[in-house]
Each structure stands twice: as structure tokens, then as C-alpha cells.
């Protein structure tokens, strides 16, 4: 016998359809992070010392620009739930990433922020920052952000109120 049209109903409100799932091919995972050797070699041969502390503080500095700016937008747009985020070193996914389901609207968003508002951040330490430390700090915000702007690339003509999970493999999107 089947149950009745409440029944029904409960059972579909927490399925998900696959709308489209992006594989990410080994061979971009390795462009990737070849890009942060060429960049890491460029500062070590140009700017020797200075180039490698340049380095390390652009790193950091770009994580913690990073999570600021993901935990201001998440309290600011949406209830923010940090159980779902967490940091991870997993190519191409380095850095503070959502570990489950996002939706794609709130993910572009965020991503619009992280970009602009940490080049801005990144512009407001250039009267302390010398040449290697600028040079670091933007390109090691654009390479964090370089896998994330290629998804959002890919996904731009999907509908805004899909589901977004991202792996390690592939990015899956959903609709309700």
C-alpha cells in the first residue's frame, strides 16, 4: 500500500537531483600547484630572503584575510553555521573551504567578497609592504581563489538556489 500524500511528500523534501558534476582532472590539479612553484621560484630568485619571507607571510596573511572576510559575510548573509566549513589542504581545495553542502548562491557571494574586499585589504598594507611582500600577497590570494573562480565559471548559467559539494574529485551540483 502506499502511504499517504504527507508521507510522500517527507520523503521527497531532502532528495537532491545531480544537475551537473564537474570532474576536476589531475592534470589541473598539477597546473595548479606547478603555477605556486613558478611563483615560489620567481620570488626566491628575484628577491632571495626577502622573497621566501615574502613567501610565508603572503600565505598566512592570505588565510587569515581568507577566514575573516568568510566569517563577516557568513554572519552578515546568512546564519552562520561553522560546522560546515573547515580548513583543508586537499588540491585544489586549500585553504578554508565549506566541507558540506553550500548553497550556490551564498558560495558566489562569498567568493565576490573574498575577491574584491581582500584586494582591498591586501592594497591597504601597501604603504608598509615592500615589492615582494605585494607581489606575494596578490598572487597568493589569487591562487587560493583560482579553483573557486573556475567552478563559479563553469556553474555561471546554473540557477542560484542549487546545492554546491565540493570533493577532492569533483564538485557536484544539485537542485532541490
Not at 27 to 50: G, N, P
Not at 51 to 68: D, K, R
Not at 76 to 98: A, N
Not at 115 to 120: A, N, Q, R
Request: net charge positive.
Amino acid at each position: 500500500m502506499r502511504g499517504t500524500l504527507a508521507e510522500q511528500m517527507k520523503a521527497t523534501i531532502y532528495q537532491y537531483q545531480l544537475i551537473r558534476k564537474i570532474n576536476l582532472r589531475k592534470e589541473s590539479k598539477w597546473s595548479h600547484l606547478v603555477i605556486a612553484l613558478i611563483l615560489s621560484v620567481f620570488q626566491l630568485l628575484m628577491y632571495r630572503m626577502e622573497g621566501a619571507i615574502a613567501i610565508a607571510v603572503g600565505i598566512l596573511l592570505t588565510q587569515v584575510i581568507h577566514f575573516i572576510i568568510i566569517h563577516l559575510t557568513l554572519i552578515r548573509v546568512d546564519v552562520p553555521d561553522y560546522r560546515r566549513w573547515s580548513w583543508l589542504i586537499q588540491p585544489p581545495w586549500i585553504g578554508y573551504i565549506p566541507i558540506s553542502h553550500i548553497e550556490l548562491a551564498l558560495f558566489r557571494r562569498l567568493h565576490r567578497h573574498l575577491l574584491w574586499l581582500g584586494l582591498c585589504a591586501i592594497g591597504i598594507a601597501y604603504p608598509w609592504a615592500n615589492e615582494a611582500q605585494m607581489i606575494s600577497l596578490i598572487s597568493w590570494h589569487l591562487w587560493f581563489l583560482a579553483p573557486r573562480i573556475v567552478v563559479l565559471r563553469k556553474l555561471k548559467k546554473m540557477r542560484a538556489d542549487g546545492i554546491l559539494k565540493l570533493h577532492t574529485t569533483d564538485v557536484s551540483y544539485y537542485h532541490r
